[in-house]
Antibody
Framework: QVQLVESGGGVVQPGRSLRLSCAGS????????MHWVRQAPGKGLEWVAY????????YYADSVKGRFTISRDNSKDTLYLQMNSLRAEDTATYYC????????????????WGQGTLVTVSS | AIQMTQSPSSLSASVGDRVTITCRAS??????LGWYQQKPGKAPKLLIF???SLYSGVPSRFSGSGSGTDFTLTISSLQPEDFATYYC?????????FGQGTKVEIK
């Protein structure tokens, strides 16, 4: 079955960096666009970043642009989120998620989602 | 960025009730909207895509409607497993934007 497993979360000091990973299985990873979505404790969902299946385009939320970088290694079926200059307001559970259809060239619905990894930015 | 305004932020309902949640986009987005359900401590799940299409495996008591700027998620007969938080997400362009969420609680 399709599975997405995030890792790399933890406690980090403000201003430091962290890299999240998301391992995909049960589907042809290189054929699907992939997202990062986050949720601060007790708050709603916030879309963070997206990368096309072929790595040709990336998009970011304004709140993370210039600090976060989405990337992928299709040979390893893995998605990454490099987070630099972390702030307290970046504290959240980070979910990776997949486009609902393969090789999408325009935005489509998102499913499935991983179980999330918690990032806490605190001194 | 397109703003998505969801209402109400919460509601109380009983098993068997008909429940309606609305989402308004700050500009027209055709039918490029999805609805998601999230239970506490769990990842969101897709319910409806393209405003009115039921996703695979989702019970038929869920339905979506609307186009342009105004959209609705309806649960025809609320079941115990439906108590959760629901979000809309615009699929029109990037950056993608969610509504603020609607928490459906037991009356």
């Amino acid at each position: 079955q399709v599975q997405l497993v995030e890792s790399g979360g933890g406690v980090v000091q403000p201003g430091r960096s962290l890299r999240l990973s998301c391992a995909g299985s049960g589907f042809t990873f290189r054929s699907f666009g992939m997202h990062w979505v986050r949720q601060a404790p007790g708050k709603g969902l916030e879309w963070v970043a997206y990368m096309w299946h072929d790595e040709s385009s990336k998009y970011y939320a304004d709140s993370v642009k210039g600090r976060f970088t989405i990337s992928r290694d299709n040979s390893k079926d893995t998605l990454y989120l490099q987070m630099n200059s972390l702030r307290a307001e970046d504290t959240a559970t980070y979910y990776c998620a997949r486009d609902v259809v393969s090789e999408a060239i325009s935005p489509v619905a998102i499913d499935p989602w991983g179980q999330g990894t918690l990032v806490t930015v605190s001194s | 960025a397109i703003q998505m305004t969801q209402s109400p932020s919460s509601l109380s309902a009983s098993v068997g009730d008909r429940v309606t949640i609305t989402c308004r986009a700050s500009q027209g987005i055709r039918d490029d909207l999805g609805w998601y359900q999230q239970k506490p401590g769990k990842a969101p799940k897709l319910l409806i895509f393209a405003a009115s299409s039921l996703y695979s495996g989702v019970p038929s008591r869920f339905s979506g409607s609307g186009s342009g700027t105004d959209f609705t998620l309806t649960i025809s007969s609320l079941q115990p497993e439906d108590f959760a938080t629901y979000y809309c997400l615009q699929d029109s362009n990037y950056p993608r934007t969610f509504g603020q969420g609607t928490k459906v609680e037991i009356k």
